[in-house]
């Protein structure tokens, strides 16, 4: 483990994803964390807070605008850089996780795209 690694948080309940999108990230030099569901990703978040999070929206036990809502409201964990990852790309959506302060929203079947974009937001 490299002590100057940025660590990223992965919170998606698709396994092949995650798991495609985790290779990727921990092969370009960051180190990762997965989680499966909203819950987790605020529990893992509150542990040790990631240098960026990658959340889908659509996850059981708590989606990730509750997640993301959780989140925000605890001080401990209020300013961490969110980044959505989601097939979700109605307007609605979009305006939603703004207003809840996410550096971005991307279609997580684009996982190039968003490899290619982290360093960006880990800025």
Known sequence: MNPQAKYILIADDNKLIARVLSNKLT????????VEDGD??????IARKPDLLLMDLIM????GFGALKEL??????SD???????????AED????KQLGVLGF???NNLQT?????????Q
């Not at 979009?94 to 996780?97: A, C, D, N, Q």
Request: hydrophobic share 45%; net charge negative.
């Open 40 to 45: 987790q990703a605020v529990k893992a978040a």
């Open 94 to 97: 979009v305006e939603r996780v």
């Open 106 to 108: 991307t279609d997580k």
């Open 114 to 122: 968003i490899v290619e974009a982290v360093p960006q937001y880990l």
């Open 60 to 63: 059981p036990v708590k989606d």
């Open 27 to 34: 092969a370009a030099g960051y180190e990762v964390q997965v």
């Open 80 to 90: 961490i850089k969110v980044v959505v990852t989601s097939d979700l790309q109605q």
């Open 72 to 77: 925000r409201e605890n001080p401990a964990t």
